[in-house]
C-alpha cells in the first residue's frame, strides 16, 4: 500500500522527469541521425591509432567541402566519424584522400548514404509506426478490460497506460537530446527500434498489474468483499512486485552486458533499452497505478458534488 498511499508524490515524481526530459529536448535539440535527415556519414581509423589529431581532421574536412556543413566525432581508440551533405563517389573518394596524412593512411571501416527524399520518408514511417503500436495498445487494453466497468471504465485503463508510455518514451528521448549534445549520440533507426522495443515491454508489465486488479475486483464482488478501489489497487502491486522487478533486472542484466561488452554500432541502442526497461518498470508499478486510484477518486469526487 506504500505506493497508493503516497500517489501524490509519486505523481509529482514523474510530472518533474517528465518536464526535465522535455527541458532537455528544448534546450539541448535532439541530433538525428542521417536515415532522417539525409547526408553520408564516413568513419575512418588510423593504424597508429588517433594520430591525426581533432583539429588536423576537421582542416582536411572543411578543406574538401567548406561551403557545407558537418559534423566530425571521435570513434573508439583509433578513428574518427564525419557526417556531411549526401556525397557521390567522386566526393567520397576526395574526402578519404583528404584524411590520409603523410604516413598516415585512413581506413575505411564505414560508409553510407541517404538522399533527403529517403530521410524524410524514413523519419515519417517512424512516426507512423509508433503512432500505430501506441493506438493498437489502446485498441488492445480497452477490448480486453471490457468488462471491467465499475469503478473505472475500460477505456481509462487504456488511458493510464498511454500516460504511462509517454512516459517510457520521453525518458529516453530525454537523456539522447543529453548525450547528443555532449557526445554525438544519433536518433536514428536503431533507436526507433529500441523505442518500440521499449513500448512492448512496458505495455506488457502494466497489463499484468491491470489484469491482477481486474482479478481481485472479480474476486471481491463474487465474496462480496467490501474494500475500497485504492485498497485493491495496492493489493495487486504488492502481489505483482517480485514479478516485475525479477524481470527487468534478467533484461538489464542482458542488455549491460551488450553495453559494455558489444560492439560500438549497438552500444547507444543498448543504453536506450536499458533506460527504457528502467522507465517501464518504474511507470508500470509507480506512474500507471497511482494514476488509475487518482482518477476513480477524482471521479468519485465528482459523482458526490453531483
Known sequence: MFIINNKKTFLVISGFVVALSLGFVA???????????????LQVSYEEGRVPTFAE???????????RGFVLQEAGERGYIIRTR??????????ISSLSFNDYEAQEDRFSSIGPSIGEELANKAVVAILLVVTAIVLFIAYVFRGVSV???????????????????????????VLGYSFGAEIDVLFVTALLAILGFSVNDTIVVFDRIRENLRIDEEYQIKKSFSQIVGESLEQTYVRSINTSLTTLFVLTALFFFGPDVTRFFALVLMTGVIAGTYSSLFLASPLLVFLEEKQKKKGTLN
Open 86 to 95: 549526401d556525397l557521390d563517389e567522386e566526393g567520397r573518394f576526395n574526402l
Open 27 to 41: 534546450i539541448f535539440g535532439v541530433n538525428f541521425g542521417i536515415e532522417f535527415t539525409g547526408g553520408s556519414i
Open 57 to 67: 581532421v576537421e582542416s582536411a574536412v572543411k578543406a574538401v567541402d567548406p561551403e
Open 151 to 177: 469503478p473505472v471504465s475500460s477505456w481509462k485503463y487504456g488511458t493510464t497506460a498511454i500516460v504511462a508510455l509517454v512516459f517510457d518514451i520521453l525518458v529516453p528521448v530525454g537523456l539522447f537530446a
